[in-house]
Structure formats: C-alpha cells, structure tokens
T-cell receptor, first 109, second 113 residues
Framework: RKEVEQDPGPFNVPEGATVAFNCTYS??????FFWYRQDCRKEPKLLMS???SGNEDGRFTAQLNRASQYISLLIRDSKLSDSATYLC??????????FGSGTRLSIRP | NAGVTQTPKFQVLKTGQSMTLQCAQD?????MYWYRQDPGMGLRLIYY???????DKGEVPNGYNVSRLNKREFSLRLESAAPSQTSVYFC????????????FGPGTRLTVT
C-alpha cells in the first residue's frame, strides 16, 4: 500500500461546477498536510496548508480527518484556470515527506 | 526576489557522463531539498539539507551526491549518469524542515541516452 494515495483522475467537469478530491495516508504519526498545484511541465506550487480545524481560501476548502486518515480539497465555482494536477503532500517529521502521485483536473467551458 | 532558481533548465547526457545541477534560494530558508519526478509517480526525495552544513539521504539517493555550499546553494551531482536517471529534477526550500511548506524551483529536464 502506498503511503499517500490519490485518485489519479482525470476529473473532467464543466466550468462553474464543484469538485472534490480525497487523499488517504497510512502513517498515523503524520503531522503536516498540504495541497500543491502543478501545471503541465511546471514546478509544484503551494495551494494551501491543511489544518485540523479545516481551512478555506476563497473558492478552495481543505479538510483533515485524522480518524480516517484522509485529507480533502473542495473547489467551488471552478474556473478554466483551475485545470491542473493537484498533489497531496503529507509530512511526519522534519525530514519525512511524501508526495501523492496527483489528481488531474480538467475544467471544460 | 527570485525565489528558487535552478540551472540548467534542460540537459542531455550520454551514459557515464557526469554533471552538476545547481540550485539557489534567496528566501533565507534553512532547509533545501532535491526531488525527482517521473511520469505517473509522485515527487521522490533524493537528498535534503536540514540546515547549512548538513545533508541526509532521502528515498532514492543511489547514484547521486549533494553539496550544501552555503545557506543559499544546494547542488546535486550525478557522477556517472545512467538512463534510469532520466527525469525532471526539482529543487525546493523551506524555512525549516519538511513540516513547513516548500517552495520549488522551475526544474531541470534531464535525458540520459
């Protein structure tokens, strides 16, 4: 079993739709959680950190469920510019970090 | 601020050749990382440097060496390139350790023939 698992997609949704991704992790000692966005042939860029209480940044909402060991990302009112690969990242210590393989999202007009 | 910069952007090597990938950050971060990204796989950590003067192996260190030249610079060396090292290499930095968010350079696309 991979330490961090994501549905690879692709998710193909119309502009304006709401879409959600989950990411599961196996290490119960994990402490920090992030969502990164990666455009084709570009570097990953931090989208948002994920806090225990959940957090929101504009159209994006991230949640953490420690009991079931998953994090989620919800995108509301999706835009064409949201098309990208979304990487789930889990860290259990200052030196241990695991990236998921990513979920591809395509927004169609 | 330039953030994290990497050189070169592209490189083609023949099997057995050596090269060094350069990385620099201007954010006064303590920790720096080297990853490789292969199709269908997540980024995998090659080496990291928690702070100036220290380096440690990550998940896939074989065939690579690193040097933390100073606080700003962290280089990755391939001593004898192999086709299995064909990949996209990303350098990243964080203020301190992997529990904090990381900032990535634009990547180096390396092909070994």
């Amino acid at each position: 079993r991979k330490e961090v698992e994501q549905d690879p997609g692709p998710f193909n949704v119309p502009e304006g739709a709401t879409v959600a991704f989950n990411c599961t992790y196996s290490n119960s000692a994990s402490q920090s959680f992030f969502w990164y966005r990666q455009d084709c042939r570009k570097e990953p860029k931090l989208l948002m950190s994920v806090y225990s209480s959940g957090n929101e940044d504009g159209r994006f909402t991230a949640q953490l469920n420690r009991a079931s060991q998953y994090i989620s990302l919800l995108i509301r009112d999706s835009k064409l510019s949201d098309s990208a690969t979304y990487l789930c990242v889990v860290s259990s210590s200052a030196s241990k970090i695991i990236f998921g393989s990513g979920t591809r999202l395509s927004i169609r007009p | 601020n330039a953030g994290v910069t990497q050189t070169p952007k592209f490189q083609v090597l023949k099997t057995g050749q050596s090269m060094t990938l350069q990385c620099a950050q201007d954010m006064n971060h303590n920790s720096m990382y080297w990853y490789r990204q292969d199709p269908g796989m997540g980024l995998r950590l090659i080496y990291y440097s928690a702070s100036e003067g220290t380096t440690d192996k990550g998940e896939v260190p074989n065939g690579y060496n690193v040097s933390r030249l100073n606080k700003r610079e962290f280089s990755l060396r391939l001593e004898s390139a192999a086709p299995s090292q064909t990949s996209v290499y990303f350098c990243a930095s964080s203020i301190q350790g992997a529990l904090n968010e990381q900032y990535f350079g634009p990547g180096t696309r390396l092909t070994v023939t």
